[in-house]
């Protein structure tokens, strides 16, 4: 079955650091990629999104992500975090092949200390 | 910004009642889909709507779910006999054509007691 995989669960970077949140996915040779951001009690916020093309997006709030099909990942970025991204961050993959649906990873909390 | 909503935002429901969540895609959108977050676990898919019928259910989407629209604007998801482990924050998404993006509603979060 199509699976989405984020290693890390909890991370915690201090503010201004670099951030990087790693994705990878199982099956499926036409993936399109996102990343949502979910801040406590709240819905799902499109960070960014890549269905073909430029394999470097970027996204809002500073972010961009890298699809390496080789890798099969699709990792989050960001040069610089401020005390605001602390959120919760989900992966989300769908398979041409499969049909509509999105898979999501599990999520990665970030944690930003001052 | 054209966006999906959801109502109500917050539910509460004692268990083995009939539960009725409502949705309002994008006005253009032609699919529709929703989706479950159990408290601090991952978003599962629960089920997509094309052409007014479901086209694909997941193996959580079993015979206490079901899902209708009404109307042109109307999606609701309605469970029949809740049970405890319904309760979820419960997301509804709507995409334009195939594989296209997913824009997600803010959510209802379920509460069975």
């Known amino acids: 079955a199509q699976s989405v995989t984020q290693p890390d669960i909890h991370i915690t970077v201090s503010e201004g650091a670099s951030l990087e949140l790693r994705c990878n996915y199982s099956y499926g040779a036409t993936p399109y990629l996102f990343w949502y951001v979910q801040s406590p009690g709240q819905g799902l916020q499109l960070l960014l999104k890549?269905?073909?093309?430029?394999?470097l997006v970027q996204g809002i709030k500073g972010f961009e992500a890298e699809f390496k099909r080789s890798q099969s990942s699709f990792n989050l970025r960001k040069p610089s975090v401020h005390w605001s991204d602390a959120a919760e961050y989900f992966c989300a993959v769908g398979f041409v092949e499969y049909g509509n649906k999105l898979v999501f990873g599990a999520g990665t909390i970030l944690r930003v200390k001052s | 910004e054209p966006e999906v909503t959801q109502t109500p935002s917050h539910q509460v429901t004692q268990m083995g009642q009939e539960v009725i969540l409502r949705c309002v895609p994008i006005s253009n959108h032609l699919y529709f889909y929703w989706y479950r977050q159990i408290l601090g676990q991952k978003v599962e898919f629960l089920v997509s709507f094309y052409n007014n019928e479901i086209s694909e259910k997941s193996e959580i989407f079993d015979d206490q779910f079901s899902v209708e629209r009404p109307d042109g604007s109307n999606f609701t998801l309605k469970i029949r006999s809740t049970k405890l482990e319904d309760s979820a924050m419960y997301f509804c998404a709507s995409t334009l054509g195939e594989n296209t993006e997913a824009f997600f509603g803010q959510g209802t979060r379920l509460t069975v007691v």
């Open positions: 890549y269905f073909s093309g430029d394999t």
